[in-house]
């Protein structure tokens, strides 16, 4: 099937590492140019030079905090003066603060706000202006499985990934006119540095081993076994493409039957 995404221009947040590599490396392999953006210059040229190499296609670095306003918009200017425009934002972030409901600090919810909600209105925002002027374009929100289902020590990410769910519903019919999908991508026992990182504080509590910990995982899905990155990226990549064009507004869980919630 072809996407359609050739020649089409993106940025993919959190792009050296898990979830947000996965998705550059799709998204590369359909044709598109692509931004890719994280904390680790190292880590980002790596992905990089893997990601040009294996694909052929174009990718630029800009190695910043996305927690900064300044981040974000020296990115989009960055891109949008490299490739002449910008269709397709994939909005990735760093995980908020492992941390449970009744003892969370007043960093750690400060941490999480900024890095789990507030990051993404500020990428949509700052982008929105150049998805118009290109007739239309895709927004996809990398969120988590806790928008439907607490898990131990990720009540900030519940907390405040559910806002993003929200606010990405209202974005999604203030645009739509103008051709431009929102929609969010939740994955659930994917495995990621940041799952390991859950999984390992999990193991602790628990005084079992990480690859116990993860049998675990493994086991409390449908499909019983963890999912891998490109899973995710295979839906990111559906979701920017010329195939979706009636689908906005969504919450989709990549889960391997996780949850069990019927809504």
């Known amino acids: 099937m072809d996407l359609g995404l050739k020649n089409k221009v993106a940025i993919i947040g959190g792009a050296s590492k898990g979830l947000g590599r996965a998705s550059a490396q799709v998204l590369a392999e359909e ?40 981040s974000i918009t020296g990115m989009i200017k960055a891109t949008v003066d490299h490739f002449g425009g910008l269709d397709i934002l994939v909005n990735n ?108 504080s999990r193991a602790n509590e628990l005084g079992i081993s990480i690859e116990d910990a993860l049998a675990l995982r493994a086991e409390d899905t449908a499909l019983g076994r963890v999912g891998e990155p490109v899973e995710l990226a295979n839906l990111v990549a559906f979701l920017a493409s010329n195939k979706s064009t009636y689908i906005t507004g969504t919450t989709i869980l990549v889960d391997g039957g996780l949850v069990r919630s019927v809504m």
């Open 31 to 70: 044709g598109a140019k692509i931004t890719i953006c994280s904390r680790t210059s190292a880590d980002l040229e790596q992905a990089a030079t893997e990601i040009r190499e294996s694909t052929g296609s174009e990718v630029m670095t800009y190695a910043a905090d996305l927690d900064k306003l300044d």
């Open 93 to 200: 972030s760093g995980g908020p603060p492992l941390a449970r409901s009744a003892d969370a600090t007043e960093e750690q919810w400060e941490t999480a706000v900024q890095r789990s909600l507030i990051f993404f209105g500020r990428m949509c925002r700052e982008s929105i202006p150049h998805l118009k002027s290109r007739g239309g374009g895709r927004i996809i929100n990398i969120l988590a499985s806790t928008v439907y289902n607490p898990i131990p020590n990720l009540a900030l990410s519940g907390a405040t990934r559910m806002g993003v769910v929200a606010y990405a519903k209202s974005l999604a019919d203030e645009i739509g006119r103008d051709k431009i999908l929102v929609n969010n991508v939740c994955p659930g026992s994917i495995l990621s540095d940041r799952m390991l990182s859950n999984v390992t």
